[in-house]
């Protein structure tokens, strides 16, 4: 199934979670997201205080400036709306906690009012959103400011790498004729080894590693520094525990080539 009918059948189903945005909320958080901007200024970018540091004097300003508003919300509203304008300062929007999941693998912004993610391989829809266009534009100018780069009607695409390694791709208009959109593909922290791909259950798996380690000892045996190199993920797990015991023995006893 292609990725377009994938998006489309999710983009159909109810997300879990889902509610409209309030529109007097959204303009509280925007005035008190200005404020705080006014107020912290350079405090937010710079690099002598510790994350603790920024984020608590992001708390302190968010509570000021509540205090002063006097807006008669509820205890939810007002937690809702501290996180709103913590994760817009400090991370990256109503994505910042999708991007902050280990489960998920990949977010994808289609407009300010979608947003899916990808997990265990299977795509859902998300009950996260953003204001408005302008609001997305925000976001993605935050990140890809980050990396150096730019993206305006003059370049309307980015193609980027962050600093965690995730791969950033980005449309606005004109050329992106709906809103503007995002996909950030993430990258697993821990590497799979060899134990992983035994345990996803495909029992072919086992005996491929040991055909593969079977012909690695043959090519082993006449170019000893150059099969550990051809083999990575044996040597990840310990070639040993699948190379016959006469090749350990054999590779063991022939020094490395140096070069």
Request: glycine share 6%; aromatic share 4%.
């Amino acid at each position: 199934m292609s990725l377009y009918k994938r998006l489309h059948d999710v983009q159909a189903a109810p997300a879990a979670g889902t509610k409209r945005r309030d529109p007097v909320l959204d303009e509280l958080r925007q005035k008190i997201h200005h404020h705080l901007i006014d107020e912290l200024g350079p405090i937010l970018y710079d690099k002598r205080l510790s994350e603790e540091d920024l984020r608590r004097r992001v708390q302190d300003q968010l509570h000021a400036a509540l205090a002063v508003e006097r807006a008669p919300l509820s205890a939810a509203d007002k937690a809702q709306l501290i996180q709103d304008v913590s994760d817009d300062i400090l991370g990256y929007g109503p994505i910042d906690r999708l991007l902050n999941d280990d489960e998920v693998t990949e977010v994808m912004v289609n407009g300010p009012d979608l947003v899916f993610v990808e997990r265990g391989g299977k795509l859902e829809k998300t009950g996260a959103s953003f204001v408005d266009d302008t609001h997305l534009r925000r976001i993605i100018d935050k990140i890809v400011s980050a990396v150096g780069r730019r993206v305006d009607e003059s370049n309307p695409y980015c193609d980027a790498r962050l600093a965690d390694g995730s791969r950033f791709n980005c449309m606005v208009p004109p050329i992106a004729v709906d809103g503007s959109l995002v996909s950030i593909r993430k990258f697993k922290k821990d590497k799979l080894g060899v134990d992983d791909l035994v345990r996803f259950g495909d029992p072919d798996v086992a005996s491929g590693l040991e055909w593969a380690s079977a012909r690695s000892s043959a090519a082993a045996a006449a170019t000893p520094a150059c099969a550990p190199a051809a083999f990575p993920a044996l040597g990840r797990r310990g070639g040993d525990a699948y190379m016959p015991q006469h090749a350990q023995a054999r590779t063991a006893s022939r020094p490395a080539l140096t070069i």
